[in-house]
């Protein structure tokens, strides 16, 4: 059975272009409606329970998280679509949810709509749409959460329990205060994007470090070696060393 889809753009050439490239690249998929306005993205959703929406982030008369704000409940699937809004994208980015930048290119349109059709618990979809709100409403660091995706569950996680994120090759380790090691596919670099904003370093190629968990900078090698709570031994580079060491220098 097809994947019954609403489509909510104010922009007629994308309306245009999305459907098209649904209709060429996405035959699961059935587009049931179109909404242009945030107001009309309410009530069709109400009235026609679309099973997935490609949600636009700009619309004429608002965003598209004031429809996702009109919902306690979320019985639908979201994919975003954007053309620009960087805080808008590091928000989904946080929460682990899917998003496509237009022009749309269409085999990242198919991994969307693949991941959508795969994603089976609603529940988890309620908690990263709470996440994605509030990220958006500007809540302090303390607060701040990531989600992240091993090939079982789906983990939402305070940044300031992070200690550090460890490169393994195209995935990424992150070593947590007080709980087993969650590992990610996806390299270490897209996260440091993710998480720099709430002070997180990078250290050495391979490490991304909570600066807040760094008890020792050890200077017995040439670039020294940062030991975190718990015992975690963390290489400096030479590239990054003058950077480390002007950061703990300001603590003091």
Avoid: W
Wanted: aromatic letters at 8%; a neutral charge; one cysteine or more.
């Amino acid at each position: 059975m097809k994947m019954r889809t609403l489509i909510i753009e104010d922009e007629l050439q994308a309306i245009s272009a999305l459907r098209s490239e649904i209709g060429f690249h996405c035959p699961t998929l059935e587009i049931i409606d179109v909404a242009r306005t945030v107001k009309e993205g309410i009530e069709k959703i109400a009235n026609l329970e679309p099973e997935l929406i490609f949600l636009d982030i700009q619309l004429s008369d608002g965003l598209g998280f004031d429809i996702l704000a009109a919902f306690k409940q979320y019985k639908f699937k979201v994919i975003f679509t954007t053309a620009y809004s960087q805080y808008a994208i590091k928000a989904i980015k946080l929460s682990a949810l899917d998003y496509l930048l237009k022009p749309i290119d269409p085999t990242e349109l198919v991994e969307a709509v693949n991941k959508a059709h795969n994603q089976v618990n609603n529940n988890s979809l309620q908690d990263q749409f709470s996440l994605l709100m509030n990220q958006l409403g500007h809540k302090g660091e303390s607060s701040q959460q990531i989600v992240l995706k091993d090939t079982d569950k789906i983990y939402f996680i305070k940044m300031s329990d992070i200690l550090f994120c460890k490169a393994e090759g195209a995935y990424t380790k992150f070593y947590l205060i007080d709980a087993n090691p969650i590992f990610v596919s996806r390299n270490v670099g897209s996260f440091e994007e993710l998480l720099a904003p709430a002070g997180f370093i990078r250290t050495h190629h391979s490490c991304l470090v909570n600066p807040t968990k760094i008890k020792v900078y050890d200077r017995k090698t040439d670039n020294g070696v940062l030991i975190l709570e718990g015992g975690h031994v963390i290489p400096v580079s030479q590239r990054k060393k003058e950077m480390v060491l002007a950061l703990l220098e300001g603590r003091t």
